[in-house]
């Protein structure tokens, strides 16, 4: 069984359009996340979600929104898209939010790549 | 603010060999984590070792191995006995106490392993 699933796997779409990225982890973990990765393989945190609290890189478009019907989905919303949006999404979750003997270790999943026309 | 660098864009070693990945980071905090993640082909991103920095000593899985320097606040990785397998993207990654897990990531070293 895949700990965390990401669909659609690939994404191509042209501009202004609006689509969504849907994340599930069956790890019973608390926390989910979002993270970035552009054409030069930077990575780059957008979202830090869980059921008390989200926490948004300042530095993200209000274009991108999060979305959490349960603790063990994060969905990504992305609106008006524009050609920089192009990148991989990686979705993420950890066991726990607070510091400890498991702190910084999260899971993957396999990413989506989103391609703007 | 917290940064990450890896100053080694691609490193390339023979089969067997070991090769040693560079990190180094910036942060003012006392209590932090370091990691070392990997991107093979496939993308998925998977976790390769720890370190807390309150540790001194360094932490080893197997084959992998760290070389934690707090005060020059470096953190290499030492790969032994490289496989083909471990060809991939090597991240070096950083958080901190009351970050709520999020990890900032260096920008990666591509690692190429010659058979």
């Known amino acids: 069984d895949t700990a965390v699933s990401q669909t659609p796997k690939y994404l191509v779409t042209q501009m202004g359009n609006d689509k969504s990225i849907k994340c599930e982890q069956n790890?019973?973990?608390?926390?989910m996340y979002w993270y970035k990765q552009d054409s030069k393989k930077f990575l780059k945190i957008m979202f830090s979600?869980?059921?008390?609290?989200?926490?948004i890189n300042e530095t993200v478009p209000n274009r991108f929104s999060p979305k959490s019907p349960d603790k063990a989905h994060l969905n990504l919303h992305i609106n008006s898209l524009e050609l920089g949006d192009s990148a991989v999404y990686f979705c993420?979750?950890?066991?726990?939010?607070?510091?400890?003997?498991?702190?910084?270790?999260?899971?993957f999943g396999e990413g989506s790549r989103l391609t703007v026309l | 603010a917290q940064t990450v660098t890896q100053s080694q864009p691609e490193m390339s070693v023979q089969e067997a060999e070991t090769v040693t990945l560079s990190c180094t980071y910036d942060t003012s905090e006392s209590d932090y984590y370091l990691f070392w993640y990997k991107q093979p082909p496939s993308r998925q991103m998977i976790l390769v070792i720890r370190q807390e920095a309150y540790k001194q000593q360094n932490a080893t899985e197997n084959r992998f191995s760290v070389n934690f320097q707090k005060a020059a606040k470096s953190f290499s990785l030492k790969i032994s006995d490289s496989q083909l397998g471990d060809a991939a993207m090597y991240f070096c990654?950083?958080?901190?106490?009351?970050?709520?897990?999020?990890?900032?990531f260096g920008g990666g070293t591509r690692l190429m392993v010659k058979p």
């Open positions: 790890l019973g973990h608390d926390t």
């Open positions: 979600y869980n059921n008390k609290e989200l926490i």
């Open positions: 990654a950083y958080t901190w106490d009351n970050a709520g897990n999020m990890l900032t």
């Open positions: 993420a979750s950890s066991r726990r939010w607070a510091s400890g003997p498991n702190t910084g270790e999260l899971f």
